[in-house]
């Protein structure tokens, strides 16, 4: 991000999270409507089980109907149906004794021929509508604002849930944002303490060093803002900010100093 020079790395550019937070928003978008897919096609799934088990209840051989119930007696008042045709069983006559056998063929009977369905005649032809011209990205982007203002989507969190998320990713992107100066922040409390220290190392009783230190601990407490979130805007700045330290140098290891002796 600095270009591949050495040195502590810069934030990034501004169009690259903008592009990266639209990006985002796009994909949160979509998967919404993953999820909305889905549950129709649960819903779906549960109304097409629900009818096949009616189905199977209510069918031949199912809870209501099964196969093994014997057939009721049809009632008196209802005609009976016809008898199936009688099956001619008798053989027929042997025939005379000759030097071949002659079976008489009965002639086939011939099929009625059913009548030939009336060719439909076809209606007017349909109109073939044009192929809408596709918008932009640009107008896309809009219409689907519009949409999502005018029919907003049902979401299972309450406005108070959605609006404490939203604020606890604020907070977490401003500490994002001002690490250094928590981190220098810090680092000016360590060296006062510090300080306070060397100022009292003659103090021979630890206890009497323990209350030193702890009052020097809440001296600092009292100066500090009341929320490290927070960075005011007034002139000036606050305490913290007029006396952030420099930056610090690396540290020297005398133990790597081949120099050193």
Do not use: C
């Amino acid at each position: 991000m600095n270009g591949g020079k050495r040195g502590p790395p810069t934030a990034p550019p501004k169009h690259m999270n903008d592009f990266t937070k639209a990006l985002a928003a796009e994909v949160r978008i979509l998967l919404q409507e993953v999820g909305q897919l889905r549950d129709e096609r649960r819903q779906l799934q549960f109304e097409i089980a629900e009818l096949m088990a009616v189905k199977s209840k209510h069918g031949a051989g199912g809870e209501y109907t099964p196969d093994w119930m014997p057939k009721q007696p049809m009632p008196p008042g209802l005609p009976e149906a016809p008898a199936p045709p009688a099956i001619e069983d008798a053989a027929r006559e042997p025939a005379p004794p000759a030097w071949r056998t002659i079976v008489k063929h009965e002639p086939r009977r011939k099929k009625p021929k059913t009548p030939q369905p009336q060719a439909i005649t076809a209606g007017p032809t349909p109109v073939v509508a044009p192929a809408p011209q596709l918008p932009s990205w640009a107008q896309w982007k809009r219409l689907r604002k519009a949409m999502a203002s005018t029919a907003k989507a049902v979401s299972p969190f309450s406005v108070a849930h959605r609006f404490y998320v939203k604020s606890l990713y604020k907070r977490y992107l401003k500490n994002e944002l001002d690490w250094t100066v928590h981190r220098h922040l810090w680092r000016y409390k360590a060296l006062q303490i510090r300080a306070e220290f060397e100022r009292n190392r003659n103090v021979s009783d630890p206890r009497a060093l323990a209350t030193i230190l702890e009052k020097a601990e809440a001296d600092l407490a009292a100066k500090q803002h009341p929320d490290p979130y927070i960075t005011p805007t007034a002139p000036g700045g606050t305490k913290w900010e007029r006396h952030i330290p420099p930056t610090l140098g690396p540290i020297y290891d005398h133990e790597a100093d081949p120099h050193h002796h």
